[in-house]
Protein backbone atom coordinates (compact mmCIF):
# COMPACT_ATOMS: atom_id res chain seq x y z
CA UNK A 1 0.00 0.00 0.00
CA UNK A 2 1.11 3.23 -0.66
CA UNK A 3 -0.28 6.60 0.12
CA UNK A 4 -0.06 10.49 0.27
CA UNK A 5 -1.46 13.02 2.81
CA UNK A 6 -0.21 16.54 3.83
CA UNK A 7 3.46 16.40 2.46
CA UNK A 8 3.62 12.34 4.08
CA UNK A 9 4.29 9.99 1.31
CA UNK A 10 4.53 6.24 2.41
CA UNK A 11 4.56 2.88 1.50
CA UNK A 12 3.68 -0.84 3.61
CA UNK A 13 5.35 -2.92 1.92
CA UNK A 14 5.35 -5.74 4.19
CA UNK A 15 2.77 -6.19 6.95
CA UNK A 16 2.25 -9.32 8.49
CA UNK A 17 -0.43 -10.81 12.01
CA UNK A 18 0.37 -14.32 13.18
CA UNK A 19 0.15 -15.88 15.96
CA UNK A 20 0.75 -12.57 18.47
CA UNK A 21 3.90 -11.79 16.24
CA UNK A 22 3.61 -8.58 13.95
CA UNK A 23 6.31 -7.47 11.29
CA UNK A 24 6.27 -4.77 8.25
CA UNK A 25 8.48 -2.81 6.77
CA UNK A 26 7.97 0.24 4.35
CA UNK A 27 9.27 3.86 4.11
CA UNK A 28 7.84 6.93 4.80
CA UNK A 29 9.25 10.59 3.55
CA UNK A 30 7.74 13.90 4.22
CA UNK A 31 9.12 16.99 2.03
CA UNK A 32 7.66 19.71 4.46
CA UNK A 33 8.92 18.40 8.16
CA UNK A 34 11.37 16.14 9.47
CA UNK A 35 10.54 12.55 10.63
CA UNK A 36 12.41 11.49 13.65
CA UNK A 37 10.61 8.73 14.88
CA UNK A 38 7.77 6.12 13.58
CA UNK A 39 5.19 3.96 15.17
CA UNK A 40 3.15 1.80 14.49
CA UNK A 41 -0.38 2.13 16.17
CA UNK A 42 -2.67 -1.27 16.97
CA UNK A 43 -6.44 -0.61 17.63
CA UNK A 44 -7.69 -4.27 18.85
CA UNK A 45 -11.48 -5.07 18.83
CA UNK A 46 -11.66 -4.49 22.57
CA UNK A 47 -10.68 -0.84 21.86
CA UNK A 48 -7.21 -0.52 23.15
CA UNK A 49 -4.55 0.70 21.47
CA UNK A 50 -0.79 -1.10 21.31
CA UNK A 51 2.50 0.93 20.25
CA UNK A 52 5.15 -0.74 18.48
CA UNK A 53 8.49 1.20 18.41
CA UNK A 54 9.85 0.86 14.60
CA UNK A 55 13.29 0.97 13.75
CA UNK A 56 13.09 3.80 10.93
CA UNK A 57 16.17 5.19 9.52
CA UNK A 58 16.99 2.76 7.33
CA UNK A 59 18.77 3.10 3.97
CA UNK A 60 16.20 2.32 1.38
CA UNK A 61 18.17 3.46 -2.36
CA UNK A 62 15.16 2.00 -4.20
CA UNK A 63 12.86 4.43 -2.94
CA UNK A 64 15.28 7.54 -3.66
CA UNK A 65 15.98 6.26 -7.29
CA UNK A 66 12.52 5.86 -7.87
CA UNK A 67 11.61 8.99 -6.24
CA UNK A 68 14.52 11.78 -7.14
CA UNK A 69 12.14 14.34 -5.41
CA UNK A 70 11.87 12.59 -2.34
CA UNK A 71 15.90 12.34 -0.73
CA UNK A 72 14.83 12.47 2.90
CA UNK A 73 13.05 9.20 2.03
CA UNK A 74 13.85 6.57 5.16
CA UNK A 75 12.70 2.98 5.58
CA UNK A 76 11.25 1.40 8.66
CA UNK A 77 11.55 -1.74 9.59
CA UNK A 78 8.82 -3.24 12.95
CA UNK A 79 8.87 -6.58 14.59
CA UNK A 80 7.41 -7.39 17.74
CA UNK A 81 5.72 -9.56 19.94
CA UNK A 82 2.18 -8.26 20.48
CA UNK A 83 0.76 -7.89 24.65
CA UNK A 84 -2.75 -9.26 23.29
CA UNK A 85 -4.21 -11.95 20.81
CA UNK A 86 -7.26 -9.97 20.18
CA UNK A 87 -8.25 -9.80 17.01
CA UNK A 88 -6.39 -5.63 15.37
CA UNK A 89 -9.37 -3.72 14.31
CA UNK A 90 -7.02 -0.54 12.58
CA UNK A 91 -3.53 0.08 12.01
CA UNK A 92 -1.83 3.71 11.86
CA UNK A 93 1.68 4.84 10.92
CA UNK A 94 2.22 7.53 13.24
CA UNK A 95 4.68 10.32 12.06
CA UNK A 96 6.64 11.97 15.13
CA UNK A 97 7.97 15.49 14.02
CA UNK A 98 11.05 17.11 14.81
CA UNK A 99 8.69 20.23 15.69
CA UNK A 100 6.63 18.45 18.25
CA UNK A 101 3.38 17.58 15.50
CA UNK A 102 2.62 13.99 15.00
CA UNK A 103 0.84 12.99 12.01
CA UNK A 104 -1.32 9.28 11.74
CA UNK A 105 -1.45 7.25 8.31
CA UNK A 106 -3.99 4.70 7.39
CA UNK A 107 -2.19 1.10 7.39
CA UNK A 108 -4.32 -1.62 5.29
CA UNK A 109 -4.84 -4.55 8.33
CA UNK A 110 -4.18 -7.97 6.85
CA UNK A 111 -5.88 -11.12 7.63
CA UNK A 112 -4.86 -12.71 10.71
CA UNK A 113 -3.89 -16.44 11.02
CA UNK A 114 -3.71 -17.77 14.67
CA UNK A 115 -4.18 -21.19 14.21
CA UNK A 116 -3.57 -23.96 11.22
CA UNK A 117 -7.22 -22.94 10.02
CA UNK A 118 -6.48 -21.17 7.18
CA UNK A 119 -3.07 -22.03 6.44
CA UNK A 120 -3.79 -23.29 2.69
CA UNK A 121 -5.77 -19.87 2.19
CA UNK A 122 -2.88 -18.06 3.84
CA UNK A 123 -0.18 -19.91 1.97
CA UNK A 124 -1.77 -18.59 -1.62
CA UNK A 125 -2.22 -15.09 -0.30
CA UNK A 126 1.74 -15.25 1.23
CA UNK A 127 2.86 -16.28 -2.41
CA UNK A 128 1.15 -13.80 -4.69
CA UNK A 129 2.49 -11.29 -2.09
CA UNK A 130 6.17 -12.42 -2.25
CA UNK A 131 6.05 -12.56 -5.65
CA UNK A 132 4.33 -9.17 -6.38
CA UNK A 133 7.02 -7.86 -3.93
CA UNK A 134 9.85 -9.49 -6.26
CA UNK A 135 8.77 -8.23 -9.40
CA UNK A 136 8.36 -5.00 -8.52
CA UNK A 137 11.87 -5.28 -6.61
CA UNK A 138 13.11 -6.44 -9.42
CA UNK A 139 12.26 -4.31 -12.35
CA UNK A 140 14.07 -1.65 -10.35
CA UNK A 141 17.12 -3.88 -10.16
CA UNK A 142 17.23 -4.52 -14.03
CA UNK A 143 17.33 -1.09 -14.28
CA UNK A 144 20.06 -0.67 -12.72
CA UNK A 145 22.12 -3.25 -14.03
CA UNK A 146 22.21 -5.48 -11.26
CA UNK A 147 21.09 -8.70 -12.74
CA UNK A 148 23.62 -11.01 -10.36
CA UNK A 149 21.23 -9.56 -7.49
CA UNK A 150 18.22 -10.34 -9.70
CA UNK A 151 18.80 -14.06 -10.04
CA UNK A 152 20.45 -14.53 -6.57
CA UNK A 153 16.83 -13.39 -5.37
CA UNK A 154 14.96 -15.49 -7.48
CA UNK A 155 16.68 -18.27 -6.48
CA UNK A 156 15.94 -18.06 -2.71
CA UNK A 157 12.01 -16.41 -3.58
CA UNK A 158 11.82 -19.98 -5.28
CA UNK A 159 13.14 -22.09 -2.32
CA UNK A 160 10.64 -19.53 0.26
CA UNK A 161 8.11 -20.28 -1.76
CA UNK A 162 8.13 -24.10 -2.42
CA UNK A 163 8.52 -25.31 1.38
CA UNK A 164 4.97 -26.81 2.58
CA UNK A 165 2.97 -26.58 5.44
CA UNK A 166 3.49 -29.66 7.81
CA UNK A 167 0.47 -31.28 8.68
CA UNK A 168 0.36 -33.25 11.73
CA UNK A 169 0.33 -36.74 9.78
CA UNK A 170 3.18 -35.18 7.62
CA UNK A 171 5.51 -34.60 10.14
CA UNK A 172 4.69 -38.18 11.97
CA UNK A 173 5.75 -39.89 9.24
CA UNK A 174 8.68 -37.22 8.68
CA UNK A 175 10.00 -37.93 12.18
CA UNK A 176 9.14 -41.67 12.29
CA UNK A 177 11.72 -42.16 9.40
CA UNK A 178 14.47 -40.23 11.25
CA UNK A 179 17.40 -42.57 12.53
CA UNK A 180 17.91 -43.49 15.78
CA UNK A 181 20.47 -40.78 17.38
CA UNK A 182 19.03 -37.81 15.59
CA UNK A 183 20.34 -34.68 16.21
CA UNK A 184 18.02 -31.51 16.73
CA UNK A 185 19.38 -28.13 15.78
CA UNK A 186 17.84 -24.48 16.78
CA UNK A 187 19.37 -21.52 15.18
CA UNK A 188 18.64 -17.75 14.13
CA UNK A 189 17.68 -17.35 10.50
CA UNK A 190 19.43 -14.04 10.54
CA UNK A 191 22.98 -14.36 9.31
CA UNK A 192 26.11 -13.51 10.07
CA UNK A 193 28.63 -15.72 12.18
CA UNK A 194 26.38 -17.75 14.01
CA UNK A 195 24.54 -19.05 10.95
CA UNK A 196 27.84 -19.91 9.32
CA UNK A 197 28.68 -21.68 12.61
CA UNK A 198 25.40 -23.64 12.40
CA UNK A 199 25.48 -24.32 8.72
CA UNK A 200 29.50 -25.97 8.84
CA UNK A 201 28.04 -27.64 12.00
CA UNK A 202 24.95 -29.62 10.39
CA UNK A 203 27.16 -30.64 7.26
CA UNK A 204 29.40 -32.18 9.53
CA UNK A 205 26.71 -33.99 11.22
CA UNK A 206 25.31 -34.89 7.99
CA UNK A 207 28.50 -36.55 6.38
CA UNK A 208 29.35 -38.29 9.63
CA UNK A 209 25.77 -40.42 9.06
CA UNK A 210 23.62 -38.50 11.47
CA UNK A 211 20.28 -37.45 10.66
CA UNK A 212 19.76 -33.45 11.48
CA UNK A 213 16.43 -31.25 11.90
CA UNK A 214 17.27 -27.71 12.21
CA UNK A 215 14.78 -25.59 13.28
CA UNK A 216 14.61 -21.83 12.32
CA UNK A 217 12.12 -18.87 12.54
CA UNK A 218 11.72 -16.05 9.64
CA UNK A 219 10.93 -12.73 10.73
CA UNK A 220 9.71 -11.69 7.39
CA UNK A 221 7.13 -14.43 7.50
CA UNK A 222 6.60 -15.18 10.84
CA UNK A 223 6.93 -19.09 10.34
CA UNK A 224 8.79 -21.55 12.17
CA UNK A 225 10.63 -23.65 9.78
CA UNK A 226 12.29 -26.72 9.53
CA UNK A 227 15.12 -28.47 7.63
CA UNK A 228 15.38 -32.55 7.77
CA UNK A 229 19.42 -33.23 6.68
CA UNK A 230 19.33 -37.02 6.35
CA UNK A 231 22.60 -38.45 7.18
CA UNK A 232 22.12 -41.36 4.51
CA UNK A 233 22.60 -38.41 1.93
CA UNK A 234 18.83 -38.04 0.81
CA UNK A 235 17.70 -34.73 -0.68
CA UNK A 236 16.99 -31.90 2.06
CA UNK A 237 13.16 -31.52 3.09
CA UNK A 238 11.87 -28.48 4.64
CA UNK A 239 8.08 -27.61 5.97
CA UNK A 240 6.97 -24.54 7.66
CA UNK A 241 5.08 -25.11 11.10
CA UNK A 242 3.40 -23.90 14.16
CA UNK A 243 5.32 -23.45 16.98
CA UNK A 244 3.86 -26.40 19.14
CA UNK A 245 4.87 -28.94 16.51
CA UNK A 246 7.71 -29.56 18.52
CA UNK A 247 5.80 -31.95 20.27
CA UNK A 248 5.90 -33.99 17.39
CA UNK A 249 9.50 -34.59 17.04
CA UNK A 250 9.70 -34.67 20.88
CA UNK A 251 7.43 -37.99 20.80
CA UNK A 252 9.41 -39.73 17.57
CA UNK A 253 12.07 -40.08 20.51
CA UNK A 254 14.65 -40.42 17.68
CA UNK A 255 16.64 -37.60 19.11
CA UNK A 256 19.70 -38.59 21.11
CA UNK A 257 21.17 -34.83 21.50
CA UNK A 258 20.07 -31.10 21.27
CA UNK A 259 22.19 -28.36 20.09
CA UNK A 260 21.33 -24.73 21.07
CA UNK A 261 23.00 -22.02 18.32
CA UNK A 262 20.84 -19.02 18.73
CA UNK A 263 17.49 -18.37 19.05
CA UNK A 264 17.57 -13.88 18.16
CA UNK A 265 14.38 -13.08 16.31
CA UNK A 266 12.64 -15.99 17.75
CA UNK A 267 9.39 -14.66 19.65
CA UNK A 268 8.61 -15.58 22.78
CA UNK A 269 12.17 -16.98 23.81
CA UNK A 270 11.28 -17.40 27.39
CA UNK A 271 9.59 -20.48 26.01
CA UNK A 272 12.32 -21.72 24.30
CA UNK A 273 14.55 -23.41 27.70
CA UNK A 274 11.61 -25.49 28.72
CA UNK A 275 11.02 -27.18 25.04
CA UNK A 276 14.88 -27.87 25.04
CA UNK A 277 14.85 -29.11 28.46
CA UNK A 278 12.01 -31.79 27.68
CA UNK A 279 14.04 -33.45 25.53
CA UNK A 280 16.24 -34.19 28.06
CA UNK A 281 13.82 -35.12 30.62
CA UNK A 282 11.61 -37.37 28.15
CA UNK A 283 14.90 -38.89 26.30
CA UNK A 284 17.98 -38.12 27.98
CA UNK A 285 18.80 -36.59 25.13
CA UNK A 286 23.20 -34.82 25.67
CA UNK A 287 22.44 -30.91 25.51
CA UNK A 288 24.86 -28.48 23.64
CA UNK A 289 24.60 -24.81 24.06
CA UNK A 290 26.44 -22.11 22.04
CA UNK A 291 27.48 -18.82 22.66
CA UNK A 292 27.70 -16.60 20.31
CA UNK A 293 26.11 -13.55 21.64
CA UNK A 294 24.89 -12.81 25.45
CA UNK A 295 20.87 -13.31 24.78
CA UNK A 296 20.87 -16.42 27.35
CA UNK A 297 21.62 -13.46 29.86
CA UNK A 298 19.25 -10.60 28.69
CA UNK A 299 17.23 -10.27 26.11
CA UNK A 300 19.15 -7.22 25.17
CA UNK A 301 21.50 -10.00 23.36
CA UNK A 302 24.93 -7.59 22.72
CA UNK A 303 24.11 -6.23 26.17
CA UNK A 304 23.38 -2.94 25.21
CA UNK A 305 21.55 -0.98 28.32
CA UNK A 306 18.91 1.56 27.74
CA UNK A 307 21.04 4.46 26.64
CA UNK A 308 23.18 2.02 24.37
CA UNK A 309 26.24 1.42 26.49
CA UNK A 310 27.80 -2.15 27.03
CA UNK A 311 26.60 -2.87 30.39
CA UNK A 312 29.33 -6.15 30.75
CA UNK A 313 26.05 -7.48 33.27
CA UNK A 314 26.04 -5.12 36.26
CA UNK A 315 24.12 -6.49 39.58
CA UNK A 316 20.79 -7.50 38.94
CA UNK A 317 19.19 -5.18 40.55
CA UNK A 318 20.49 -2.77 37.78
CA UNK A 319 18.55 -5.15 34.91
CA UNK A 320 15.42 -5.13 36.40
CA UNK A 321 15.20 -0.88 36.04
CA UNK A 322 17.27 -1.05 32.85
CA UNK A 323 15.22 -4.06 30.69
CA UNK A 324 11.70 -2.14 31.30
CA UNK A 325 13.34 1.05 29.37
CA UNK A 326 14.82 -0.40 26.12
CA UNK A 327 12.46 -0.46 23.64
CA UNK A 328 15.21 -0.85 20.26
CA UNK A 329 15.85 -3.77 18.39
CA UNK A 330 14.06 -7.62 19.17
CA UNK A 331 14.04 -6.98 22.67
CA UNK A 332 10.61 -6.26 22.73
CA UNK A 333 9.45 -9.64 21.56
CA UNK A 334 10.33 -10.35 25.33
CA UNK A 335 6.73 -9.07 26.24
CA UNK A 336 7.41 -9.70 30.69
CA UNK A 337 10.64 -7.71 30.39
CA UNK A 338 10.83 -9.25 33.99
CA UNK A 339 14.81 -10.04 34.11
CA UNK A 340 14.11 -12.48 36.95
CA UNK A 341 11.76 -14.52 34.82
CA UNK A 342 14.02 -14.67 31.81
CA UNK A 343 17.10 -15.77 34.22
CA UNK A 344 15.02 -18.21 36.29
CA UNK A 345 13.77 -20.24 32.83
CA UNK A 346 17.48 -20.02 30.84
CA UNK A 347 19.34 -20.86 34.19
CA UNK A 348 17.30 -24.02 34.51
CA UNK A 349 18.88 -24.96 31.17
CA UNK A 350 21.76 -24.06 31.68
CA UNK A 351 22.26 -25.60 35.13
CA UNK A 352 21.72 -29.04 33.43
CA UNK A 353 23.75 -28.76 29.91
CA UNK A 354 26.63 -31.30 29.19
CA UNK A 355 28.05 -28.57 27.35
CA UNK A 356 28.50 -24.73 27.42
CA UNK A 357 30.40 -23.81 23.95
CA UNK A 358 32.29 -20.59 24.31
CA UNK A 359 34.67 -18.91 21.71
CA UNK A 360 36.64 -16.63 23.94
CA UNK A 361 37.32 -16.38 27.78
CA UNK A 362 35.24 -12.76 27.69
CA UNK A 363 32.46 -14.68 26.67
CA UNK A 364 32.58 -16.85 29.89
CA UNK A 365 33.22 -14.16 31.89
CA UNK A 366 29.94 -12.08 31.04
CA UNK A 367 27.59 -15.24 31.13
CA UNK A 368 28.96 -16.69 34.65
CA UNK A 369 27.86 -13.06 35.75
CA UNK A 370 24.70 -13.81 34.70
CA UNK A 371 25.06 -17.39 36.19
CA UNK A 372 27.23 -18.12 38.89
CA UNK A 373 26.36 -21.54 40.08
CA UNK A 374 27.34 -22.62 35.98
CA UNK A 375 29.36 -25.40 36.93
CA UNK A 376 33.59 -25.50 35.42
CA UNK A 377 33.28 -28.65 33.79
CA UNK A 378 30.45 -28.07 31.72
CA UNK A 379 32.42 -25.05 30.15
CA UNK A 380 33.92 -26.14 26.51
CA UNK A 381 36.35 -23.22 25.09
CA UNK A 382 36.44 -23.98 21.04
CA UNK A 383 37.55 -20.76 19.42
CA UNK A 384 36.45 -21.06 15.56
CA UNK A 385 38.51 -22.02 12.65
CA UNK A 386 39.54 -20.16 10.43
CA UNK A 387 40.21 -20.22 6.76
CA UNK A 388 43.82 -19.30 5.18
CA UNK A 389 43.73 -15.69 4.27
CA UNK A 390 44.01 -15.04 0.56
CA UNK A 391 46.22 -12.16 -0.36
CA UNK A 392 48.34 -9.86 1.62
CA UNK A 393 47.87 -6.42 2.94
CA UNK A 394 50.21 -4.02 1.67
CA UNK A 395 50.86 -0.79 3.57
CA UNK A 396 50.22 2.69 1.43
CA UNK A 397 53.26 4.66 2.36
CA UNK A 398 53.11 7.21 -0.44
CA UNK A 399 49.20 7.62 0.45
CA UNK A 400 48.19 11.37 2.07
CA UNK A 401 46.51 11.95 5.20
CA UNK A 402 44.71 9.20 7.01
CA UNK A 403 42.53 6.02 5.39
CA UNK A 404 40.78 3.88 7.38
CA UNK A 405 39.23 0.39 6.77
CA UNK A 406 35.63 -0.67 8.53
CA UNK A 407 34.72 -4.09 7.66
CA UNK A 408 31.36 -6.16 7.40
CA UNK A 409 27.77 -4.86 8.06
CA UNK A 410 28.22 -2.31 10.53
CA UNK A 411 25.11 -1.14 12.49
CA UNK A 412 24.91 0.09 15.66
CA UNK A 413 26.21 -2.45 17.97
CA UNK A 414 29.09 -2.72 15.23
CA UNK A 415 29.70 0.49 15.76
CA UNK A 416 27.90 2.84 12.75
CA UNK A 417 27.56 6.06 15.40
CA UNK A 418 31.71 5.76 16.34
CA UNK A 419 32.09 5.58 12.98
CA UNK A 420 30.11 8.94 11.94
CA UNK A 421 31.07 10.47 15.25
CA UNK A 422 34.29 10.17 14.16
CA UNK A 423 33.45 11.49 10.48
CA UNK A 424 32.41 14.76 12.56
CA UNK A 425 34.82 15.24 14.85
CA UNK A 426 37.56 14.47 11.91
CA UNK A 427 35.50 17.26 9.87
CA UNK A 428 35.41 19.62 12.88
CA UNK A 429 39.37 19.62 13.47
CA UNK A 430 40.30 19.67 9.56
CA UNK A 431 41.89 16.32 9.41
CA UNK A 432 42.07 14.26 6.23
CA UNK A 433 40.37 11.68 7.17
CA UNK A 434 38.48 9.25 4.73
CA UNK A 435 36.68 6.06 6.12
CA UNK A 436 36.39 3.08 3.54
CA UNK A 437 33.62 0.66 4.58
CA UNK A 438 34.13 -2.76 2.91
CA UNK A 439 31.09 -4.15 3.59
CA UNK A 440 27.59 -1.66 4.24
CA UNK A 441 26.96 1.21 7.35
CA UNK A 442 24.01 0.96 8.31
CA UNK A 443 22.83 4.75 8.86
CA UNK A 444 20.48 7.65 7.57
CA UNK A 445 23.17 9.98 6.41
CA UNK A 446 26.30 9.66 5.11
CA UNK A 447 29.11 11.83 5.10
CA UNK A 448 31.32 12.64 1.93
CA UNK A 449 34.07 11.64 3.01
CA UNK A 450 32.80 7.83 3.17
CA UNK A 451 33.04 5.17 0.93
CA UNK A 452 30.98 1.48 0.72
CA UNK A 453 31.59 -1.23 -1.22
CA UNK A 454 28.88 -3.57 -0.38
CA UNK A 455 28.62 -6.65 0.20
CA UNK A 456 32.20 -8.66 -0.43
CA UNK A 457 33.71 -12.10 0.10
CA UNK A 458 36.63 -12.89 2.14
CA UNK A 459 38.81 -13.69 -0.19
CA UNK A 460 38.38 -10.64 -1.68
CA UNK A 461 39.17 -8.69 1.02
CA UNK A 462 42.98 -7.95 0.74
CA UNK A 463 42.41 -6.66 -3.01
CA UNK A 464 39.62 -4.33 -2.12
CA UNK A 465 41.86 -3.39 0.69
CA UNK A 466 44.47 -2.22 -1.18
CA UNK A 467 42.69 -0.52 -3.70
CA UNK A 468 41.35 1.71 -1.49
CA UNK A 469 45.06 2.25 -0.15
CA UNK A 470 44.06 2.12 3.20
CA UNK A 471 46.20 2.76 6.03
CA UNK A 472 44.84 0.64 9.12
CA UNK A 473 40.94 -0.97 9.76
CA UNK A 474 39.64 -0.22 13.17
CA UNK A 475 37.02 -2.44 14.47
CA UNK A 476 34.29 0.25 16.22
CA UNK A 477 32.25 -2.60 17.89
CA UNK A 478 30.57 -1.18 20.99
CA UNK A 479 30.12 -4.54 22.57
CA UNK A 480 31.90 -7.86 23.83
CA UNK A 481 32.29 -9.87 20.68
CA UNK A 482 31.88 -13.58 20.95
CA UNK A 483 34.70 -14.15 18.57
CA UNK A 484 35.13 -11.39 15.73
CA UNK A 485 35.31 -13.27 12.45
CA UNK A 486 36.72 -10.02 10.80
CA UNK A 487 39.01 -9.41 13.60
CA UNK A 488 40.82 -12.74 12.43
CA UNK A 489 40.27 -12.30 8.72
CA UNK A 490 42.37 -8.43 9.08
CA UNK A 491 44.98 -10.08 11.63
CA UNK A 492 45.63 -12.98 9.30
CA UNK A 493 45.82 -9.93 6.19
CA UNK A 494 48.44 -8.48 8.68
CA UNK A 495 46.44 -5.32 8.60
CA UNK A 496 47.04 -3.11 11.41
CA UNK A 497 43.82 -2.99 13.67
CA UNK A 498 42.90 -0.85 16.36
CA UNK A 499 39.89 -2.46 18.50
CA UNK A 500 38.04 -1.20 21.96
CA UNK A 501 39.15 -2.71 25.17
CA UNK A 502 36.43 -5.34 25.43
CA UNK A 503 35.24 -8.37 24.19
CA UNK A 504 37.19 -11.17 21.96
CA UNK A 505 38.23 -8.47 19.74
CA UNK A 506 40.34 -6.85 22.38
CA UNK A 507 41.68 -10.38 23.33
CA UNK A 508 42.98 -10.88 19.62
CA UNK A 509 44.43 -7.27 18.97
CA UNK A 510 45.96 -7.15 22.52
CA UNK A 511 48.14 -9.91 21.38
CA UNK A 512 48.52 -9.07 17.84
CA UNK A 513 51.81 -7.26 16.94
CA UNK A 514 50.18 -4.51 14.12
CA UNK A 515 47.30 -4.70 16.92
CA UNK A 516 46.54 -1.62 19.34
CA UNK A 517 43.24 -1.76 22.11
CA UNK A 518 41.94 1.42 23.54
CA UNK A 519 39.50 2.22 25.98
CA UNK A 520 36.10 3.22 24.72
CA UNK A 521 35.79 6.76 24.50
CA UNK A 522 34.93 9.71 22.83
CA UNK A 523 35.25 10.62 19.25
CA UNK A 524 38.08 13.70 19.86
CA UNK A 525 39.92 10.65 21.71
CA UNK A 526 39.50 8.16 19.05
CA UNK A 527 41.00 10.00 16.39
CA UNK A 528 43.85 11.10 18.53
CA UNK A 529 44.66 7.46 18.72
CA UNK A 530 44.02 6.52 15.04
CA UNK A 531 46.37 9.92 14.33
CA UNK A 532 48.95 8.37 16.71
CA UNK A 533 48.90 5.17 15.62
CA UNK A 534 49.36 6.03 11.73
CA UNK A 535 52.69 7.72 12.77
CA UNK A 536 53.74 4.59 14.42
CA UNK A 537 53.16 2.82 11.34
CA UNK A 538 55.15 5.26 8.90
CA UNK A 539 57.83 4.94 11.03
CA UNK A 540 57.78 0.94 10.80
CA UNK A 541 59.35 -1.59 8.62
CA UNK A 542 55.96 -3.03 7.55
CA UNK A 543 57.23 -4.99 4.26
Given at each position: ?14 L?LR ?24 E ?43 P ?38 L ?20 W ?12 R??A ?42 A?S ?11 V ?28 L ?11 N ?17 F??A ?36 C ?35 E???F ?25 R ?20 V ?16 L ?11 V ?10 K ?33 A ?6 T?E?M ?6 L ?7 A ?17 H ?10 R ?8
Amino acid sequence: MTGVQKGAKWSVDSLELREGNLYSYGWCADSDRTIFKLDLVLEYSTGSLETVTTQYGVSRRDVTATFPDLPSACGYLAYATLSSREPVKNIWLRLHHADGTRQDLSCPVPRQIESSKGERYGQRMLQWRLLLGYATRALRLVRQGQWRTVWQRAKALAARLNAPFGSDATLRDVFSRLAPGAVFVLDHSLGGGANKYSAELVQSLAESGRDVVLWTFTPVLLRHEICIHDGGGAPLRKFHLAWEKWELLLASRKVSEVVFNNCVGFPRQEQIPAMLLAFRQAGGARLRLLLHDFNMACPSYFLLNQEGKFCGVPDVSQCRQCLPRINDGLVRLFVARDIDLWRSRWGELLNVADEIVHFSPSSRTFLSRAYPSIRPEQWVFRPHRMSPPVGRFQYPRQEAGLRVAVVGQIGVHKGSEVVLALLEEAKRQHVNLHVVVVGTLEAEAKPEDITQTGVYKPENLATLLNQHAVHLALMPSIWAETFSYVTHELMGLMVPLLAFDFGAQAEAVSAYARGRVIPFGSAHDLLRELSDFKRELDSRDLS
